[in-house]
């Protein structure tokens, strides 16, 4: 049993009041409860309206105060001068939640944002949750609620949509009916002031009626918990997402819809990649999906085939898959001998697969059970255009009767329309994606086939990198600690690359010379050929000033280039701040690829690592063509962001040049992925270049900004995604020998959790799942070993057996949604238990929990595991009855005593 979900009162009420309710067609209060009327809410329904004894035959009332049931959910549809008292009335009358209509808020200017603000503060003051203001509302088909002022409505079905957009909801309900694709949600947030995307994503993870979910975002106000609800939910169920904002005009209009901060759009698309989330451009490309999703459309990869009977469309198709990067397969051998046996010289011999314009439907059938069968398929392109000679409506059904037992995704694109039109129907009756041109049937395989690609993403868990060798973070926060008690934020290039070399990068030597004769003295002891660059905390840029001077052989060059550069920056930058000139040693690296890696601050996810070609591009476009990752990163997520770079086809052997070492520069950005994550104070960085051949890497050049930072709990709490806590890993010795080891769980852990649960007796497992199920199924194994470790924690207990992990104990907590307390669950292996593992396991959690800042731990147990209930009474849990169930028992840990 678990307790309700606290947004309950929101998205399943059971008495709904409508403020504002009103006879006057048209009127946002009349629309309301019209809706609420036709929809058949299945609840107690109430207006509110000091004008009427009764609104469309609904018992209405002159305040909220005065309705004689306490109602779950209030709905708003007033002025917004009035909102903020009838908020503050509804907190009176112990309403739980409250929908916000009416607009004229923070997006209306500075009056609007001090209405805004006192309707918070009422709401908060009250514990009231509140959707809006400024949105269109919600339906539940599934009880009968439209509290919305939308025209259409929804039909029931098994998508979620939350969206920050009323006008786009409309929309959406307007195509959603007459294309026979319904909702288990609508969700419009509106100005999100209180309840925000992170929470009702929350709630459509456990909802069952929720079976994919869509998105359209305009801005985020809480990244953190965006991430961890987007990657929470993209686990157990697809997840699609519309991103308007894209470019700094978008951007604008944002700000002045809803208030959110849009960020950069390179960044929210690797947040969604690494969220595990699909992610559209338009609404045409949601419309598509959505019915591709009702049709369980779902690629295992992104290799496409295309069948055709035209060169011309195939190729069109061709060009767009390369745009969008999707890979056309190559045949296997196999493939090519049965497509020859079949069709000898009528086959183009190649991928896509042209039939010719005189295809039959035999022709069409054959090919396409040959291209299903072959091994380095994902999903086929079935393409036709009606010739002379063409049967588009056999053609079709032929299609539909292989695709009904195929188990990988078709789509099709029958080209044309009056000739078409009846196959065209064929494929809508059997739910197959079908297009009158072949651009948009590659965008929805590879929209829906990225999922495959974003899902990997999703299932890392970089750990700490405690196999190498360790980092100095005490060496690297003094010397940022430095800058800054120097009212300095720039670091100079010998402490940025004191920090690298804190990190263990391999770093060219720098020394600083504020002479000529010094000059001189340091190149000799560093070797000719040296680099001579300006040491200035003023300047960013130092070859755009005149501060770079390269390849100098002589110590005479090196006298003549002291002179020029001290000149020539005084006359480009003559406010210049110059502690003197930096001399370090030529790289000469003849095979060589200057790189650049970075850091910068999104202003919506925080830290982001970018990765691309180096040297002295600057601007838009150079930042354009840097590839971006959210960190934490592992050696899976560095290989996708270097692949994903424009960089990465000059990296391997390039005309003269051999490979670069790949594990060298992994290793770079291993470790920068780690300063970031250990250096909350790094605002910038860039190590540019960072020269990398054959043998190697080297950070030539570096430049950080750091700024201060307040002290917080959470040591990681400056990054939208939570490493993984390798801090928290221990060993326990037992008595006879035995080492348990004590670590949290991860993605990695799904075959150790699948056997330890096996392996359980049916009474420990109906005492831990109140069950006794034999196996966990594959989704309970997913929410169980791929955890956010921002908002939950699992610790696993293992011992080592003839050389292989075992897990002998496993204990969890999850947090709840009121961000105070914790709901846990341990359970020990039958033959190891009445040996202290469930109260070590439970010492290291409560700890853990405490850590974090919660206030309490709270646990729900069979009445009649009297074992437990000892077992919790001794850690000092205090145990009640619960009011709903006799048979269950409720604990609860004080975790601040």
């Not at 918990?225 to 944002?254: C, D, N, Q, T, Y």
């Not at 221990?730 to 649960?757: C, H, N, S, Y």
Request: charged residues 25%; negative net charge.
């Amino acid at each position: 049993m678990k307790d309700k979900h606290y947004l309950s009162p929101l998205l399943e009420p059971r008495s709904v009041g409508v403020i504002g309710a009103s006879e006057r067609e048209s009127s946002l209060g009349n629309v309301v409860i019209r809706n609420m009327l036709a929809s058949g809410f299945k609840g107690r329904l109430f207006a509110v309206n000091p004008k009427h004894d009764q609104v469309l035959g609904v018992p209405c009332y002159p305040t909220v105060e005065d309705v004689p049931h306490r109602l779950d959910l209030a709905v708003i549809a007033v002025g917004p001068e009035k909102v903020p008292a009838i908020v503050d009335g509804c907190g009176r009358a112990g309403v739980k939640a409250v929908i916000v209509l009416t607009a004229g808020f923070g997006e209306a200017g500075p009056r609007g944002a001090l209405l805004e603000r006192h309707t918070i503060e009422a709401a908060r003051r009250h514990r009231i949750r509140l959707l809006g203001p400024n949105c269109l509302g919600i339906i539940r088909p599934e009880l009968g609620l439209n509290a919305t002022f939308a025209k259409a409505t929804a039909i029931k079905g098994s998508i979620g949509l939350i969206s920050q957009s009323g006008a786009l909801c409309a929309a959406i309900l307007d195509w959603a009916k007459p294309n026979n694709v319904g909702f288990s949600a609508v969700v419009s947030l509106g100005s999100s002031s209180d309840i925000d995307f992170g929470e009702v994503l929350d709630y459509m993870i456990s909802d069952p009626r929720t079976e994919s979910i869509f998105l359209y975002v305009e801005g985020i106000r809480d990244a953190r918990r965006f991430m961890s609800a987007l990657r929470g939910a993209a686990r157990v169920k697809p997840v699609l997402l519309i991103k308007v904002g894209r470019h700094p005009e978008a951007s604008r209009a944002v700000l002045s819809h809803t208030g959110s901060i849009t960020g950069e759009d390179a960044v929210f698309d690797a947040a969604l990649r690494r969220a595990g989330v699909i992610r559209l451009y338009n609404l045409g490309q949601l419309f598509a999906a959505a019915n591709a999703l009702f049709s369980h459309f779902r690629p295992r990869g992104n290799r496409l085939a295309i069948i055709t009977n035209g060169g011309g469309p195939g190729i069109m198709a061709a060009d767009r898959a390369a745009d969008l990067g999707i890979p056309l397969t190559e045949f296997s051998d196999l493939t090519v001998e049965r497509m020859k046996a079949a069709f000898g010289d009528q086959w183009s011999g190649g991928n896509p697969v042209d039939l010719g314009g005189d295809a039959d439907v035999d022709r069409y059938r054959k090919t396409l059970e040959i291209v299903l069968a072959g091994p380095h398929v994902d999903g086929v392109l079935v393409m036709l255009s009606p010739q002379a000679m063409t049967d588009p409506t056999g053609v079709a059904k032929a299609v539909a009767e292989i695709e009904q037992n195929a188990d990988k995704p078709v789509v099709t694109c029958w080209m044309g329309e009056e000739l078409v039109r009846e196959g065209r129907r064929v494929f809508e009756e059997a739910g197959i994606p079908t297009f009158r041109t072949p651009e948009p049937a590659v965008e929805l395989f590879s929209h829906i086939s990225a999922y495959y690609r974003n899902q990997k993403l999703l299932m890392q868990t970089p750990a700490s990198l405690s196999h190498l060798n360790p980092p100095s973070i005490e060496s690297a926060r003094l010397v940022i600690e430095t800058a800054l008690a120097e009212r300095r934020t720039v670091l100079n290039e010998m402490e940025s690359k004191a920090l690298l070399a804190a990190f263990r990068i391999p770093i060219a030597q720098t020394v600083v010379a504020r002479s000529a004769t010094e000059a001189m003295v340091l190149a000799e002891e560093i070797g000719l050929p040296v680099v001579m660059k300006i040491d200035s905390p003023s300047i960013l840029h130092k070859a755009d000033s005149g501060g770079v001077r390269l390849n100098l052989g002589s110590l005479a060059a090196v006298r003549t280039a002291y002179q020029e550069i001290l000149e020539e920056v005084r006359r480009n930058k003559p406010d210049a701040t110059i502690n003197g000139v930096a001399i370090e040693p030529m790289i000469l690296k003849r095979h060589g690829r200057e790189l650049m890696v970075g850091v910068r601050r999104d202003p919506v996810f925080g830290p982001v690592i970018t990765f691309g070609e180096g040297g002295n591009r600057v601007g838009v476009e150079a930042k354009k063509e840097l590839a971006v990752a959210l960190p934490p990163l592992n050696r899976f997520l560095v290989r996708d962001l270097v692949n994903s770079s424009r960089i990465a086809s000059l990296l391997g052997e390039f005309r003269t040049m051999p490979a670069i070492d790949r594990d060298a520069l992994e290793f770079v950005l291993l470790r920068v992925s780690e300063m970031v994550c250990e250096l909350p104070w790094m605002r910038e960085m860039e190590i540019n270049p960072l020269i990398v051949d054959e043998q190697g890497a080297v950070a030539v050049d570096a430049r950080v900004i750091a700024e201060n930072v307040s002290p917080s709990a959470d040591r990681y709490g400056h990054v939208a995604i939570h490493p993984y806590p390798s801090q928290l890993t221990t060993k326990w010795m037992q008595p006879d020998g035995i080492e348990i080891t004590i670590r949290p769980i991860m993605p990695e852990d799904a075959e150790l959790e699948v056997e330890f649960v096996r392996k359980l007796s049916a009474e420990t497992k109906y005492y831990r799942f109140m069950n006794t199920m034999r196996e966990l199924p594959p989704a309970m194994v997913a929410r169980l070993t791929q955890i956010d470790y921002d908002r939950e924690m699992a610790f696993v207990a293992t011992i080592e057996e003839e050389g292989k992990e075992v897990e002998i104990g496993v204990c969890r907590y999850a947090t709840n949604p009121d961000g105070e307390s914790c709901e846990f669950a341990v359970v020990v292996a039958d033959e190891w238990q009445h040996r202290g593992l469930a109260r070590k396991l439970m010492g290291v959690l409560i700890e853990t929990a405490r850590n974090r800042g919660l206030a309490y731990m709270n646990g729900v147990f069979l009445a009649s595991n009297e074992r437990m209930l000892n077992f919790v009474k001794g850690l000092g849990f205090v145990l009640s009855n619960d009011p709903e169930d006799n048979t269950v028992k409720v604990g609860v840990l004080s975790l601040q005593d």
